[in-house]
Structures are given as C-alpha cells and as structure tokens.
C-alpha cells in the first residue's frame, strides 16, 4: 500500500513570495490533516478535511493560509504572503473515516523563508 | 480539546523496557488514545492506539487505567534505533474533532 505523498520536499523563499504544497492521501482515506511542525516543537494542527468538507480550519491563519481538497482526493496548502516565521515542516496525513483514529504521515516538506 | 502533558525527556540504555507517560486528564467519553515515534526528517509514524485498559502489537504495549486520565507506552528491549521523539495525541473515534500533538518526549537510547 502506497503511503501519503508530499511534495516538494523542500523549498525555499523570500518573505513576502507565496508558495504551495501537494498531498495526495492514502487510498480511500477520507480524512486528511495538514500540520505545521516548527523545530522541537510537536506537530500543530492547520486543518482538517473530512472527504472535500473542511472539519476544522480554528488555527489556520486564513489571512495567508489557504487549503482545499478538490474532488476529496488530493489536497493543496498555499501561503501567500509567507513571513520569516512561516519557516517550518507542512505535514500531511490521512485517516480512514470510521475506523481506528490512527494517522498516516508523510514525510513533510520543509520550508524555508529568508 | 484533550490537552496531553507528557516528560521531556528520558534515557535509557539498550535492552531495557522504557516507559513513558502521558496525562491527559480531560480526556472525553469518545477520545482514543494514540501514540507516535517520530525521527529527525520525517513525519510521525503510528506506533500503538487504545480505549481502555492494555493493547499490545509487535512493538509495544499500551497501558491505560480505569479512569483514562493518563496513559503509558512500553517499549520493550530498547534499541539504539529506538532514539526518537514519541507524542502521545488523543483524538475523537471518528476523527471528527481537534487534534493537539503535544511537544513529546525525546527518548535517548545509549549503548
């Protein structure tokens, strides 16, 4: 089974440029997450899909932060404008609806802002 | 929303069973409670996930008490490659509701 799909798997750019990130979910999972992790800190949750439908969106900072899951399949999180404090790893993960809670992940793409 | 608290850190040599807890006191009627390694330059990797008193797989158990305030994971027989960072999250059955990863504990394995 394949798993959850990232890319790029870096990138960097000035402040002020925007910048998109892909996710492509396990197969048949409905729900996808998309997670900011900043240097030794824990994972924090940006937003949740529940198949196209949006779960929870309460800490996406949605003046520069946009994400949407076209077709309830793949998913895309864009910044724009990026600040020096957006630099950070974008986590993906999927879970299947209605069964154990785990979360699969990807391996995340790191960013960048100078 | 469950808040997690779980040790910073911990050391352990190889071969030994470590244990980590997490508390997670208020924890609702239909949160499960899941945990995760995760190692530099990757995404968190599923370990374990349990309800209510003791879930083992192939690579750990899950300890949960009767009032399900807290949690702890065993990793029996550590290894050096067992140096990882582990979360502890707890979550709604049907992953509809928030999710908080808390900072984890940064486990160090020595030879």
């Known amino acids: 089974e394949a798993g959850v799909a990232q890319s790029p798997r870096y990138k960097i750019i000035e402040k002020r440029q925007s910048v998109a990130f892909w996710c492509n979910p396990i197969s048949g999972h409905a729900t996808l997450y998309w997670y900011q992790q900043i240097l030794g800190q824990g994972p924090k949750l940006l937003i949740q899909?529940?198949?196209?439908?949006?779960?929870?969106d309460s800490q996406l900072p949605k003046d520069r932060f946009s994400a949407e899951r076209l077709k309830g399949v793949d998913s895309t999180l864009k910044i724009q404008p990026a600040k020096l404090e957006d630099s950070a790893v974008y986590l993906c993960?999927?879970?299947?609806?209605?069964?154990?809670?785990?979360?699969?992940f990807g391996p995340g793409t790191r960013l960048t802002v100078t | 929303l469950a808040k997690t608290t779980q040790p910073i850190s911990m050391d352990s040599y190889e071969g030994q069973e470590v244990n980590i807890t997490c508390s997670h006191n208020?924890?609702?009627?239909?949160?499960?409670i899941t945990w995760y390694q995760q190692f530099p330059s990757q995404g968190p990797r599923f370990i374990i996930q349990g309800y209510k008193t003791k879930v083992t797989n192939e690579v750990a158990s899950l300890f949960i008490p009767a009032d399900r305030k807290s949690s702890t994971l065993s990793l029996p027989r550590v290894s050096l490659s067992d140096t990882a960072v582990y979360y502890c999250l707890v979550v709604g059955y049907t992953n509809a509701g928030k999710s908080t990863f808390g900072d984890g504990t940064t486990l160090t394995v020595k030879p």
């Open positions: 899909f529940q198949n196209n439908g949006v779960v929870d």
């Open positions: 208020n924890i609702a009627t239909n949160d499960y």
């Open positions: 993960a999927s879970s299947p609806f209605g069964g154990a809670p785990e979360q699969y």
